[in-house]
């Protein structure tokens, strides 16, 4: 029985744990750009081949 009291205790600071490191995070702005993410990896293969055009071409126009 005394084993359920300290699952039980563990489990509550394991919790604790994590809903403090949530808050964290949240307050720390972690969250607030859920936009650019998903988009910018769009943009870095654009200029990536725009590089790679330019010095295939060695023409400097974009």
Do not use: C, H
Not at 18 to 47: C, H, M, N
Request: hydrophobic share 45%; no cysteine; glycine share 6%.
């Amino acid at each position: 029985m005394g084993i359920i009291y300290i699952m039980l205790v563990v489990s509550l600071v394991v919790a604790l744990f994590f809903l403090g490191s949530f808050l964290w995070a949240i307050k720390s702005g972690q969250y607030e750009d859920d936009y650019t993410p998903s988009v910018r990896i769009l943009f870095e293969d654009d200029l990536i081949s725009n590089n790679q055009n330019k010095k295939q071409n060695g023409s400097t126009k974009i």
